[in-house]
């Protein structure tokens, strides 16, 4: 079983804003969310979608990694190698898709992650870019990726790769769940 995140979401999201010297209405203005959802969040009343978690990050600065609760090197002192399928960590996202973090930490050059969406679950309507490149591997299901003016339906077994920087999206289209693994360089989340 992966480890929940969703209690961390709100409260790291409370703590950076606070140290950055934000109000609620300043990261409203930032992210163009609403004052009221961002307050959802922050109490865990509500799960962001990945586009909201993505614009949060960027406006206070960090990438969707200061999300993730940090492993305990303590209790687990091969976190720096390997991820145990029960040592996950895990963020779900009201759409209906639940990123699994495979790599064992954020230091290095490549990120590695699980994406299950459920049936009708997407990355949001609009398309979205930032830094680096990314590929994935269909292991499940389809999905239907967008990619600039280019839209592809990709099923299990089937590949892709583009420059981050191409505005992009996802969706399941399908009535079953899809499962994506995908490498990301330079780790985004």
Do not use: C
């Not at 929940?4 to 790291?12: D, F, L, Y």
């Not at 609620?24 to 990945?50: F, M, N, W």
């Not at 996950?88 to 299950?116: H, K």
């Not at 870019?129 to 600039?148: M, P, R």
């Amino acid at each position: 079983m992966s480890r929940e995140t969703q209690p961390i979401i709100g409260t790291r999201m409370r703590e950076l804003r606070k140290a950055k010297g934000m109000t609620l209405k300043d990261l409203a203005t930032a992210t163009d969310l609403s004052i009221g959802y961002l307050s959802q969040l922050e109490r865990q009343d509500a799960t962001p979608s990945v586009s909201a978690l993505n614009v949060i990050g960027t406006a206070l600065g960090v990438g969707i990694n200061w999300f993730f609760p940090d492993p305990n090197t303590a209790e687990n002192p091969e976190t720096d190698i390997a991820t145990r399928a029960n040592a996950r960590r895990t963020l779900r996202y009201a759409s209906g898709v639940r990123d699994e973090l495979l790599s064992p930490n954020l230091s290095g050059q490549l990120e590695m992650i699980l994406t299950t969406f459920d049936p009708g679950a997407s990355s949001g309507p609009d398309l979205y870019a930032h830094k680096g490149e990314e590929g994935g591997f269909v292991t499940e299901g389809e999905l239907t990726l967008t990619v600039g003016d280019q839209t592809l339906t990709l099923r299990q077994g089937d590949a892709f790769q583009f420059p981050s920087t191409t505005p992009h999206r996802y969706h399941n289209a399908s009535d079953a769940r899809t499962v994506i693994l995908w490498a990301v360089t330079p780790p985004h989340y």
